[in-house]
């Protein structure tokens, strides 16, 4: 334990994609640069840590992945915190909803692994994990799309607003109306399935109106929708593909890596160039690789 301890408290060494400004201080910031792929750890290194945790942040910052994406829950009193599922009973040691206590109540509980086993590490808040990714790593917050204004003051102060990217699968006048001028000062993404005939047209409906970070497309189980992602990145739009599921992606999924070591070749030739990734160490050694990752 006082080993793993001392890991902890080194400094995380910086590192950088050519997606990721680095500014005259080395602060690390979302850029609309089209060069290279940057990988999204999906809720952090849960391989190798409870999924959410300030642990597996540590992990994939670590790791050298570009970007961590978390999910957010609110509490009874109204404290945003780190939880995927509506109810706490899979990945922590308590049973219920999120908001059915308040913060202090859930310090009573304790996050699992990814086998179901306790740990001592405590469900984090969000401000947590800000102070963590904040100069290290960009965040992209899941489920939290109706909690935007409660959170866009937190990345501000910390002064984050170009390490935080935003989503939603709204349409224009939907995010528009719900965010207002927060929208103008926030990196944002809309997505997009195209699965469910929401090609083009979607994304026309924020392009005419707005110009948003990049789209993240859900394909599908197969190419059937797919639409010209390349035509995108040269209009200078970022395109963001899950390699998680096998409808996410064509059948292209992570799992696949492990008998065929160019499955991601497949994002490289539709020209995608964020994915969000279960298998981060195998992604980033594939990049690497084909030199499209520093």
């Known amino acids: ?118 740990t001592q590490m405590p469900i984090p808040t969000l401000e947590q994990a800000l102070d963590l990714a904040k100069d290290q790593a960009m965040l992209n ?20 607003t170009d390490q935080v990217l935003f ?22 993404m809309p997505i997009i399935r195209l699965h469910k005939g929401e090609g083009m047209e979607a994304v026309l409906d924020f392009t005419k109106n707005y110009k948003p970070f990049g789209f993240e497309f859900t394909v599908g189980e197969n190419e059937d929708h797919l639409i010209d992602f390349g035509a995108l990145r040269k209009q200078g739009y970022h395109v963001w593909v899950n390699s998680l599921w096998p409808q996410h992606n064509a059948g292209h999924n992570d799992d696949l890596v492990l008998e065929n070591q160019n499955v991601y ?13 279960d298998r981060p160490q195998e992604l980033l050694r594939f990049l690497k690789k084909n030199g499209q990752h520093q």
């Open 1 to 118: 334990m006082k080993k793993s301890l001392l890991i902890f408290i080194l400094p995380v060494v910086l590192f950088s994609s050519c997606m990721v400004k680095k500014t005259s201080a080395g602060k690390q910031t979302l850029s609309r640069e089209r060069k290279g792929v940057m990988v999204v750890s999906h809720r952090g290194d849960w391989r190798n840590a409870p999924e959410n945790s300030l642990w597996a942040i540590r992990k994939a910052i670590a790791m050298g992945v570009d970007m961590v994406e978390i999910d957010l829950a609110m509490t009874k009193d109204s404290v945003l915190i780190l939880m995927h599922d509506s109810t706490i009973d899979r990945t922590t040691t308590g049973k219920g909803r999120p908001g059915d206590f308040t913060y202090t109540e859930l310090k009573a509980f304790y996050l699992k692994d990814g086998l179901g086993v306790p």
């Open 141 to 160: 917050l899941d489920k939290g799309f109706d909690y935007i204004k409660m959170v866009y003051p937190m990345v501000k102060a910390r002064k984050m």
């Open 167 to 188: 989503k939603g699968a709204q349409n224009y006048q939907q995010t528009r109306g719900k965010l207002g001028a927060v929208l103008d000062s926030i990196y944002y």
């Open 265 to 277: 070749q497949w994002f490289l030739d539709k020209k995608v160039n964020i994915i969000q990734t």
